[in-house]
Nanobody
Framework: QVQLVESGGGLVQAGGSLRLSCAAS????????MGWFRQVPGKERDFVAG????????FYADSVKDRFTISRNNEKSALNLQMNNLKPEDTAVYYC???????????????????WGQGTQVTVSS
């Protein structure tokens, strides 16, 4: 089993920045693929960003490209999401996700991920 705990959410004004972190514990060898998703009430959970174990290739939703940066520290079993130039439409609960395997074709699909954190709220005011 893998436990994921997110932190770093909060309230920020439009144009501001936040840094989300996700700490993985347990069987961290099962976190080869990791990603961030977000969800607003009444809507599906959407892909935000993802990467593979070595972090050599990253993937972003078009809506956050050039504003968000995903990274991982394998020594600390941590996943980060640096969010700059935040917009009100970025308001959501952000979830960290991990899976033992995957591919570049499936990294954007929430159904691929076996492990999920409890989520952290990000609110961007206009």
């Amino acid at each position: 089993q893998v436990q994921l705990v997110e932190s770093g959410g909060g309230l920020v004004q439009a144009g501001g920045s936040l840094r989300l972190s996700c700490a993985a514990s347990g069987r961290t060898s099962s976190t080869a693929f990791m990603g961030w998703f977000r969800q607003v009430p009444g809507k599906e959970r959407d892909f935000v960003a993802g990467l593979s174990f070595n972090g050599g290739r990253t993937f972003y939703a078009d809506s956050v490209k050039d504003r968000f940066t995903i990274s991982r520290n394998n020594e600390k079993s941590a996943l980060n999401l640096q969010m700059n130039n935040l917009k009100p439409e970025d308001t959501a609960v952000y979830y960290c996700a991990a899976n033992p395997g995957g591919s570049t074709a499936t990294i954007r699909f929430s159904g691929m991920y076996k492990y999920w954190g409890q989520g952290t709220q990000v609110t961007v005011s206009s």
